[in-house]
């Protein structure tokens, strides 16, 4: 057992976090709304090499495992980072177990070219929505029936990006029509269902991993405000009730980071049924949720103002839980997990 | 007991609601949404029109001696309608307390221009330094013959870019405790010295920053006694707090009940049936009554004479609170469709889910913080110890 | 609107609450444990013609009205009386709507010779399960296939009272067997439907009443606790977690006192597809629950002393939400009501 | 970062398992559940004699040196197994206190007889009017020669009925702030004076009421400094706030699966078939695995030689609200059928879920409130100004 990162997690730590102090501002993430894009930050991560660090090095990549991809998940989620930060890797790691057909995709990544994104829900009636990253990505990876397919735009025609709670690059796309031609079948029938349901897993516990750099980020927003802010002559943080509240915030959000921590030792371990990747996701997104709520409320009238940074991180928590699903429906996706499936 | 309402209120709400029903118009309600600005000259002024900006004071004053029942069936209606009525709200306050604690010239002058519709006013009391903490307010008026100069800067006067007066709390006396060195004025917005900066918000509502640089005031725009603002300020603070909320809280479940019922999932059942969204959907609609009977039971005090300081405190904490889980709730009933913003192709409920998600939030700042209820009911409805 | 009580409620609240003050005292509540029967409690109800208070006077009632009911149903609750009140006048109106063959037992409750208590689950198997006051009535009516029935025990034979967390008479009985051999029927098919669907709704809102009533109670004894402990120098209720708190439990508090009084007045106008009864058991069971546990942990180790009378309401909060059921489907029942029954 | 324990540690553990299901038999917990006294003789003493009173210890104490990890394990598989080891904590604690705070004489007196599973002991701190302030302690310890005479009544003197030896908290010093006029003595139970009075509590635990009429204590039995007494309590109190009650949460959460997937409804399905049943098993598992995840994160870092005092209290305060939200949630998924207590047939779960929601209502209290635990979080953990 070692709670620590790794000197190597550290310095990644350091340089994402140093370069996404400045790139990505909370002045440049309101100017990147509301699409939720900024190409600098993206080349600027792909320049540290970021989008596909979690591919081996024979690919391209430099053979991180998720641990350390959940560090820069981490800092994207701590800066707001405008960027399809989790979803690159993801879908880079993806494409790298079907290097064959996925090779040029992935050597897209590898070069920083552009983003390329997953598709967490199969398409309806040949419609994907709500796509994460979808706006802004060149290729979006998706489940397509039994095929994993990867399908790419040559316009941003039957591409729309939709005003969102996140400002979040969100976008419905259209498949099987002219624009979205490009399609390679990266698998079929069971390999292809386990290809999708392993990176689902990988999205969930970066994610998580995100969710917990944006909710301590916040928190510490949210801590400093009620030390400075004075009202009846002492600092609000000296009122027990804001006291309790920030107190059981910090034990839930030692405790998601952990969970989202052990989420991707599990899977880097090669634990592959485990259930804790659901569980980061619904407990961070809890957290992370509960987190910016609180230190927005704490701010008074303050933390409704756009000009404050705290609606910012608000709005990303919530929109981060909900682009899978109801979060309920999450949780009996964990139960499936946990006490197999519902009968008949 | 007796739940139903008396006839007569019965009737005046089928009126409002017949009004409203034809004025408050879809285009009406979406330019409220576009410009963040809760307030329609149009609607304002035919509001008026009718009486209602004074329904509720004695005929002998102009109003229409309409009961405290008929007053909260009033505003139950307006919010239901989701007409943009913080105007008509804030029109009504000033009105109200400068009839109760104006000079004869300021309800000769002031208070017909309000009523009728063709003055607007906003409220200037929060300050950078002074939100839940009113009374430290900083903004100094000194006094300098027959006027006064006020120098400072409110926060949150919502509506100064349409309002002709501002209701304007100010430090007259720096020698007595906080609370007795107040005194309101209410100043008209053209004054030379007044600025108005524009403030959005995450609730996508436009309030503002009013800038006071050595604004002359003559004393006649002077409410109630030298340093006995905040005397003023209770007064019309009485007013404020209520289950006002109640109307969106309905209007926000419908939406939600309306789109699960269309809605159908993967396997092509309606979302509606799913048994986790019933629960939801049931607990909001329990959560809508008890708001709407706290109200109820804060205008029925005051229509037997009692005055619902605890009570309607109480309506506004349990309301906006409510407010706050039944839209996290709502929203992610929704799922990734509830992400979609008003106006957006394929949005749930067309985007309103979204938007009431935002506003909601404030819901709980305005009119006394929800910390500030839970001390005034714990202090004055509990007895207990001062809180330390 | 009228929010009062009648001059009549006021005087049955009076001399019910006196009555129990002495006679359902927390000692003889203790005493009356593990069973919760108080024969003298059920005896002075009787004397005060409660059983049967809500049937009409020419069946030997006092024509009272539910909301009459509901001012004895708060007032059992608040002294927590071991007797089953809220059952026997349910079932009381329940045998008033058959008066042809089920005068007979609502001759036993006009007289108040012993409880007559209702099901409110159909026998499964042949067995009815955890009926409230099944352990001390005389009788119980339940809804057997399509017929409404009353059964009667000549013994205690196949009757279990299994000790629970409430202390409450709930017993198990065996349908059909020798010891329950007196069966009458009052109603078959969509009669016998309606007429326990009406009863129930009236279980409902009496029992909601009944713990608003055990709830403010409670509540009572939470404030007057930490008004009168001192830790720290202070009384705790100058704690602002502790005055937070108690301030959204007694806005709860009222909320729920006219919930479960539009619930009454409701059924009393005859709204018989009213959804009030099932928010009101929902809300006052809830609001029942976080007060007395809230009260109970605000006595810090004390509230866990069996001398402590604050344990006596915890438990009993907790139970009467239970003894329908879950409350989640309790919710969903709510739901068919508002929203129509699910599809298919 | 790596979750995966050391061999040793998972060696450890094993055996540790191994034994406990050996003699954690039926018998032994049902006994324990009759009687609320959750210590078992035969179990404490076979527990004593592997040595793992004082495993913790350096061997050069008569320990066996394990490590903080090797200790979290030994913790969690007692708990896991139901074991009733209240006894063996608090001998614990003594013990180590009086390790590293003792005389010699109680070194090679006291410390033996308690590690070898011959001397039980209970703690002496709660007082009536000393509860959370602890350091309102009132019981009286007067100096007379080489003795001291001690008065006053201790509250939740849990086990005293089976000890050997109180720990006891006295006050020795009216002159000085609280906390400095305190001492404390390990005093045996024996002593003439000493009266204990049972205490039933709710969740069927036993409890006492200890009385000390005109006891008089050699000065060989003070621990620590005359007035030192605060200190002594403190580095005892380090050892009780962690993640303990997991196993308990496990524990719960199994029962509830297990009858939730055995039970039917009416229609036949399985119970745990219903939507919302799983979303609350889930959530429950959740909340276990986060409660055990804040307790091996405290051991870690005590491990690597840190001294875990508000990741502690974290643990301490997630896993007991964590344990009530969940009881109270499972409880409920139970229906009727979770309200018959163990014993009675039909029992949901043989009753242990209605034992749980019971018992679990004491362990936000015990060692520390959740109310003190959240202080401490905000002012050592936040750096927030001292609480008003």
Same mark, same amino acid.
């Given at each position: 057992?070692?709670?620590?990162?790794?000197?190597?997690?550290?310095?990644?730590?350091?340089?994402?976090?140093?370069?996404?102090?400045?790139?990505?501002?909370?002045?440049?993430?309101?100017?990147?709304?509301?699409?939720?894009?900024?190409?600098?930050?993206?080349?600027?991560?792909?320049?540290?090499?970021?989008?596909?660090?979690?591919?081996?090095?024979?690919?391209?990549?430099?053979?991180?495992?998720?641990?350390?991809?959940?560090?820069?998940?981490?800092?994207?989620?701590?800066?707001?980072?405008?960027?399809?930060?989790?979803?690159?890797?993801?879908?880079?790691?993806?494409?790298?177990?079907?290097?064959?057909?996925?090779?040029?995709?992935?050597?897209?990544?590898?070069?920083?070219?552009?983003?390329?994104?997953?598709?967490?829900?199969?398409?309806?009636?040949?419609?994907?929505?709500?796509?994460?990253?979808?706006?802004?990505?060149?290729? %979006?990876? &998706?489940?397509? !029936?039994?095929?994993?397919?990867?399908? $790419? #735009? /040559?316009? *941003?025609?039957? @591409?729309?990006?939709? +005003?969102?709670?996140?400002?979040?690059?969100?976008?419905?796309?259209?498949?099987?029509?002219?624009?979205?031609?490009?399609?390679? %079948?990266? &698998?079929?029938? !069971?390999?292809?269902?386990?290809?999708? $349901? #392993? /990176?689902? *897993?990988?999205? @969930?516990?970066?994610? +998580?991993?995100?969710?917990?750099?944006?909710?301590?980020?916040?928190?510490?927003?949210?801590?400093?405000?009620?030390?400075?802010?004075?009202?009846?002559?002492?600092?609000?943080?000296?009122?027990?009730?804001?006291?309790?509240?920030?107190?059981?915030?910090?034990?839930?959000?030692?405790?998601?980071?952990?969970?989202?921590?052990?989420?991707?030792?599990?899977?880097?371990?090669?634990?592959?049924?485990?259930?804790?990747?659901?569980?980061?996701?619904?407990?961070?997104?809890?957290?992370?949720?509960?987190?910016?709520?609180?230190?927005?409320?704490?701010?008074?009238?303050?933390?409704?103002?756009?000009?404050?940074?705290?609606?910012?991180?608000?709005?990303?928590?919530?929109?981060?839980?909900?682009?899978?699903?109801?979060?309920?429906?999450?949780?009996?996706?964990?139960?499936?997990?946990?006490?197999?499936?519902?009968?008949? | 007991?007796?739940?139903?309402?008396?006839?007569?209120?019965?009737?005046?709400?089928?009126?409002?609601?017949?009004?409203?029903?034809?004025?408050?118009?879809?285009?009406?309600?979406?330019?409220?949404?576009?410009?963040?600005?809760?307030?329609?000259?149009?609607?304002?002024?035919?509001?008026?029109?009718?009486?209602?900006?004074?329904?509720?004071?004695?005929?002998?004053?102009?109003?229409?001696?309409?009961?405290?029942?008929?007053?909260?069936?009033?505003?139950?209606?307006?919010?239901?309608?989701?007409?943009?009525?913080?105007?008509?709200?804030?029109?009504?306050?000033?009105?109200?307390?400068?009839?109760?604690?104006?000079?004869?010239?300021?309800?000769?002058?002031?208070?017909?221009?309000?009523?009728?519709?063709?003055?607007?006013?906003?409220?200037?009391?929060?300050?950078?330094?002074?939100?839940?903490?009113?009374?430290?307010?900083?903004?100094?008026?000194?006094?300098?013959?027959?006027?006064?100069?006020?120098?400072?800067?409110?926060?949150?006067?919502?509506?100064?870019?349409?309002?002709?007066?501002?209701?304007?709390?100010?430090?007259?006396?720096?020698?007595?405790?906080?609370?007795?060195?107040?005194?309101?004025?209410?100043?008209?917005?053209?004054?030379?010295?007044?600025?108005?900066?524009?403030?959005?918000?995450?609730?996508?509502?436009?309030?503002?920053?009013?800038?006071?640089?050595?604004?002359?005031?003559?004393?006649?725009?002077?409410?109630?006694?030298?340093?006995?603002?905040?005397?003023?300020?209770?007064?019309?603070?009485?007013?404020?707090?209520?289950?006002?909320?109640?109307?969106?809280?309905?209007?926000?479940?419908?939406?939600?009940?309306?789109?699960?019922?269309?809605?159908?999932?993967?396997?092509?059942?309606?979302?509606?049936?799913?048994?986790?969204?019933?629960?939801?959907?049931?607990?909001?609609?329990?959560?809508?009554?008890?708001?709407?009977?706290?109200?109820?039971?804060?205008?029925?005090?005051?229509?037997?004479?009692?005055?619902?300081?605890?009570?309607?405190?109480?309506?506004?904490?349990?309301?906006?609170?409510?407010?706050?889980?039944?839209?996290?709730?709502?929203?992610?009933?929704?799922?990734?469709?509830?992400?979609?913003?008003?106006?957006?192709?394929?949005?749930?409920?067309?985007?309103?889910?979204?938007?009431?998600?935002?506003?909601?939030?404030?819901?709980?700042?305005?009119?006394?913080?929800?910390?500030?209820?839970?001390?005034?009911?714990?202090?004055?409805?509990?007895?207990?110890?001062?809180?330390?």
């Amino acid at each position: 057992m070692d709670l620590r990162r790794t000197e190597v997690q550290e310095a990644v730590r350091d340089g994402v976090g140093r370069f996404l102090a400045k790139a990505s501002s909370p002045e440049r993430v309101r100017a990147a709304e509301p699409l939720g894009w900024d190409r600098a930050v993206w080349d600027g991560l792909a320049a540290m090499a970021v989008p596909a660090m979690g591919v081996s090095s024979e690919l391209g990549g430099q053979g991180a495992v998720l641990a350390d991809l959940a560090v820069v998940a981490g800092e994207a989620g701590a800066h707001l980072a405008p960027a399809p930060v989790v979803e690159a890797m993801v879908a880079a790691r993806l494409l790298a177990g079907h290097p064959d057909v996925g090779g040029e995709w992935l050597g897209h990544l590898v070069d920083g070219t552009g983003p390329v994104t997953i598709a967490l829900r199969p398409p309806r009636e040949g419609r994907l929505t709500l796509v994460p990253g979808g706006a802004v990505a060149d290729a %979006v990876v &998706a489940l397509d !029936g039994d095929e994993l397919v990867i399908v $790419a #735009a /040559a316009t *941003d025609a039957d @591409r729309v990006a939709p +005003a969102n709670l996140a400002s979040a690059p969100l976008a419905d796309i259209d498949l099987g029509q002219g624009a979205w031609d490009r399609r390679i %079948v990266l &698998a079929v029938g !069971g390999r292809a269902n386990r290809a999708m $349901a #392993a /990176a689902l *897993d990988e999205w @969930r516990s970066l994610t +998580a991993a995100w969710l917990v750099g944006l909710a301590r980020a916040a928190f510490g927003i949210g801590v400093r405000y009620v030390k400075d802010r004075h009202q009846f002559g002492v600092p609000i943080g000296s009122f027990q009730a804001v006291q309790h509240r920030l107190a059981d915030l910090a034990t839930t959000l030692d405790g998601a980071e952990l969970l989202a921590d052990k989420a991707v030792w599990a899977l880097d371990q090669g634990d592959e049924a485990s259930s804790l990747p659901a569980m980061a996701l619904s407990f961070c997104g809890e957290t992370a949720q509960h987190v910016t709520s609180a230190a927005l409320h704490l701010h008074g009238g303050y933390g409704f103002m756009e000009e404050y940074d705290i609606q910012l991180y608000f709005r990303r928590a919530k929109a981060a839980r909900l682009v899978l699903g109801d979060p309920r429906r999450e949780l009996r996706h964990l139960a499936d997990r946990l006490f197999g499936p519902v009968e008949g | 007991m007796d739940f139903s309402l008396p006839a007569e209120v019965e009737d005046f709400r089928a009126e409002v609601r017949t009004f409203l029903a034809e004025h408050v118009t879809a285009e009406v309600i979406e330019r409220a949404h576009a410009t963040g600005t809760f307030h329609d000259w149009g609607l304002h002024r035919k509001i008026a029109a009718k009486g209602w900006l004074a329904a509720g004071w004695p005929e002998e004053y102009g109003g229409q001696g309409r009961s405290p029942l008929e007053m909260n069936a009033l505003s139950e209606e307006m919010y239901l309608s989701g007409a943009p009525v913080d105007g008509v709200g804030v029109a009504g306050l000033v009105a109200h307390t400068l009839l109760l604690a104006g000079t004869d010239w300021q309800k000769r002058t002031i208070v017909p221009r309000i009523l009728s519709g063709d003055a607007m006013c906003c409220l200037g009391y929060s300050e950078p330094d002074a939100g839940s903490d009113v009374a430290a307010c900083a903004t100094r008026a000194v006094r300098d013959g027959d006027e006064w100069v006020v120098d400072g800067q409110k926060m949150f006067t919502t509506l100064a870019h349409e309002a002709h007066y501002v209701f304007l709390l100010t430090r007259t006396n720096l020698d007595v405790p906080k609370h007795k060195g107040l005194t309101m004025f209410v100043v008209p917005m053209d004054t030379a010295g007044i600025e108005v900066t524009p403030v959005h918000t995450v609730g996508g509502e436009r309030t503002n920053i009013t800038f006071y640089t050595d604004v002359r005031v003559e004393d006649r725009y002077r409410v109630g006694e030298v340093d006995g603002g905040w005397a003023v300020m209770m007064t019309a603070l009485v007013f404020e707090r209520n289950s006002a909320w109640y109307g969106e809280c309905v209007r926000l479940l419908d939406h939600a009940v309306a789109w699960a019922g269309e809605g159908r999932d993967d396997r092509g059942r309606r979302i509606i049936d799913d048994p986790s969204v019933r629960e939801r959907l049931a607990r909001a609609s329990i959560g809508n009554e008890v708001s709407n009977l706290l109200g109820w039971k804060a205008a029925w005090m005051a229509s037997e004479g009692t005055l619902p300081g605890v009570e309607g405190t109480m309506a506004k904490l349990f309301t906006t609170e409510h407010y706050q889980r039944a839209a996290d709730d709502l929203i992610d009933l929704c799922g990734p469709e509830g992400l979609r913003r008003h106006g957006e192709d394929g949005a749930a409920a067309d985007g309103w889910i979204e938007a009431a998600y935002r506003h909601c939030q404030v819901t709980t700042i305005y009119g006394g913080t929800s910390e500030i209820c839970r001390g005034i009911i714990a202090e004055r409805g509990l007895g207990l110890p001062r809180a330390r």
